[in-house]
Structures are given as structure tokens and as C-alpha cells.
């Protein structure tokens, strides 16, 4: 196993995984001050056969794992992105590499033999953005980026050199959290060409994009609307986890934690299967109470959540960014139209900006404890 510690410029991790993709040792990328993931990677075991990368994560539960990814399935999802997309085409690295959405930006330079430009970790805005893409956007030939739902947004908050360097890709992968659809509008109507994705670890990043399963991947929804996913993306374990394996991958198909619905073909992504608030008796989907709260005029992002309450075993509670002025009366009113009587925050908190962990993923963990003060 070869250790990489993700750095500004990623360079050490790309040469890692060129040498991995091609038989070499299987890659740990991590983050400086990860020691507890590393640990838990057990770095001195013999490595899993046919392993070429191993993604560290603590996941939504918090307790440490490692996604064992192949060769080919790194392979398989970065031609069949690029088929997607429009073909082979320059990079810009702009998520952190430890985690599968970087790390994969990375694979698809490499297998495209093209330009991989990196943005510093870190701080985030515009001009940084502008200034990271100006060697991609020189190329010529497909130029490509991957962001997250919040970064998307400060480039078109921000405007000015930032959108215009947004502008210029000829696509841009939006992942690790749900794309609202208003987010879609506003880059839709600022000329950005996004596309939004789903996918995790255990796909090699994302496999459906808009909706829609790479090619050589199918999706399927199984018992309560669980979301299945087979195809020669997925993992093929858990780093010294034979139990975790067995459970997720079953006859082929890996078992997500999240709740769907195949629209004419198209996957649409309901929410975590674990993400339900009984409140009173009635089951609520905090991901539809979003939802609701997300086509609201004036309303950037929401979390919603279960908080513990002794009269009904849990209400529901929303932390909201706005824009301007968005009266909580408003936010109840659109959740009751929406979703029922049941799904109306009992709990409203407007906030500057939601906490997130990882590659942009909101913290509900922590929107529980630091915005409502639930220990």
C-alpha cells in the first residue's frame, strides 16, 4: 500500500495512481491530519487482491471504512464519463483528491493523457477559481471541472471573472451533494453547462448523470425504495471488512443507503433511506420537506432534521439560507401545500451557511448540535 498525502498540487497522487492503474501499489490518498483514517486502514495488512486505490472515509455514520476500487472500475468510469460528456478532454482538479470526485478528476486526465490543472486547497472564490482554470481553458479540445453544489453557487453569487472562466467549460459535473432545482435554474440562466451527478465511493464516483446511468451501469429500485446499482463501476469490498461487504453487494448489485424512483428511465434520488422523522406517529421525509423548502422564492439551502421531543418523539426542524428577507410563515405555509400538515417545521433557524463535511456534504450531525443545540 503507497500512502499519498494530498497536497496543493497533487502531483505525488498522480504519479501514484498512473503507476496503480497500471499494476503498481494500491494508493491511500490522504489529507494531512487524517491519522485516525489512516489507522483504520490498517496500512501495514496485506492489501485486498486486485485493489488499486483505497478511498478512507467516515461516511454519514462516522465510523471509519475503506472503499476498495479497482483498476478497471476506476477505467470503466472515466471512459464511460468522458463518453458522456463529449469525449477525452482537459481537467481542472478543483475538490479535494482524497476523496472519489477529486481523485477521479485526476484518473480521467490521466487515462486522456491531457491537461490537469490543480486550484489550492482551501479558501474558495472566484478570482482563485479563474486563476487555476486559465491553463485548461487555453487548451483546446473539451475542458472539463468537477464542483460541489456550494461551490457552484459563490461562483455565480460572485459573478465577474469566476463565472466567466465557469462559462467557459464545456461541462461542469456537480456532485457529492443533491442539485436543487434552483441551482439548476441559476446556472441554467448564467450561460454555466452543468451536470449534475450521482454516485459515491462504492461507484468510483458518480454513474448517473441528470438522471440518467453511464453507460455499462444499471439501476434498479429495490425493497423501500432502496436504490441498487450494478455495472463494472462498483467496489469490490470494504478494506478488512468482510461483513460490510457481504451486506452492501449482494448478487452483484451494491446496496445504497439512499430511497429513489425510475421516472422514464430516469433516477430520481428521494433522499437517505435513514432520513425519515416520526413525528406523532406520521412518517416524514426530510428530504421532501428540502424539497419544499428549496422551490421557495428567495430560499438558497435547507437542511431539515429530527430533533428528540418528549410530547412527539421527534419534530421536525429546518435550518435555512436565504436570500433577503423569507418570512418563516412562508416556509411553513410551502411545506404544507408540499408535504402535509406532519411536515411543517416546528423548528425554524435562518442561518448564513449550512456545515459541511467532506467534499461538501451538509453536516446534519452538526446542524443538530450547533444550530439547534442538540447534544
Given amino acids: 500500500m503507497r500512502e499519498v498525502l494530498v497536497d496543493g498540487s497533487a502531483g505525488e497522487l498522480r504519479e501514484a495512481l498512473a503507476a496503480a492503474l497500471d499494476g503498481g501499489p ?36 462516522g465510523e471509519p471504512k475503506g472503499v476498495l476500487l479497482s483498476a478497471d472500475a476506476l ?26 470526485g477529486g481523485l477521479q478528476v485526476i484518473v480521467r486526465s490521466l487515462l486522456a493523457g491531457t491537461t490537469c490543472a490543480t486550484l489550492p486547497p482551501g479558501h474558495f472564490d472566484g478570482e482563485l477559481f479563474a486563476e487555476a482554470a486559465a491553463p485548461v481553458l487555453r487548451e483546446e479540445g473539451p475542458r472539463y471541472t468537477a464542483l460541489v453544489p456550494t461551490q457552484l453557487t459563490r461562483l455565480l453569487d460572485g459573478g465577474g471573472r469566476g463565472l466567466d472562466a465557469a462559462r467557459a467549460f464545456d461541462a461542469i459535473i456537480i456532485g457529492a451533494a443533491a442539485t436543487s432545482a434552483a441551482l439548476r435554474e441559476r446556472a441554467a440562466s448564467a450561460g454555466v453547462r452543468i451536470v449534475p451527478s450521482y454516485g459515491m465511493s462504492e461507484t468510483a464516483s458518480g454513474c448517473v448523470y441528470d438522471g440518467v446511468p453511464l453507460d455499462g451501469v444499471e439501476v434498479r429500485i429495490g425493497p423501500d425504495d432502496r436504490v441498487l446499482i450494478s455495472g463494472p463501476v462498483l467496489t469490490h469490498g470494504y478494506r478488512l471488512r468482510p461483513d460490510l461487504t457481504a451486506e452492501a453487494l449482494v448478487d452483484g448489485w451494491f446496496r445504497t443507503g439512499d430511497r429513489g424512483r ?12 435513514d432520513d425519515v422523522i416520526n413525528t406523532g406517529g406520521v412518517k416524514v421525509s426530510a428530504a421532501a420537506v ?3 423548502l428549496g422551490a421557495l422564492p428567495g430560499v438558497r439551502e435547507a437542511c431539515v432534521v429530527g430533533l428528540p421531543d418528549v410530547e412527539w418523539g421527534q419534530v421536525v426542524a429546518a435550518a435555512v439560507v436565504t436570500e433577503g428577507p423569507v418570512a418563516a410563515a412562508e416556509l411553513r405555509a410551502a411545506v404544507r401545500s408540499a408535504v402535509g400538515a406532519a411536515g411543517v417545521p416546528k423548528r425554524v433557524e435562518f442561518v448564513g451557511a449550512l456545515p459541511l463535511r467532506g467534499p461538501g456534504k451538509v453536516d446534519r450531525a452538526a446542524v443538530v448540535s450547533q444550530v439547534f443545540g442538540v447534544r
Fill in 262 to 273: 425510475l421516472v422514464d428511465g430516469r433516477l430520481e434520488v428521494l433522499g437517505r433511506l
Fill in 75 to 100: 477505467r470503466a468510469s472515466a471512459h464511460a464519463t468522458h463518453r458522456r460528456l463529449g469525449g477525452p478532454g482537459h481537467w481542472l482538479l478543483a475538490t479535494p483528491a482524497q476523496y472519489i
Fill in 26 to 61: 494500491a494508493v491511500l490518498p490522504l489529507a494531512p491530519g487524517s491519522e485516525r483514517l489512516r489507522d483504520a486502514m490498517a496500512p501495514s495488512e496485506p492489501v485486498e487482491p486486485g485493489t488499486a486505490v483505497i478511498i478512507a472515509t467516515s461516511g454519514s455514520t
Fill in 290 to 292: 428540502e424539497r419544499a
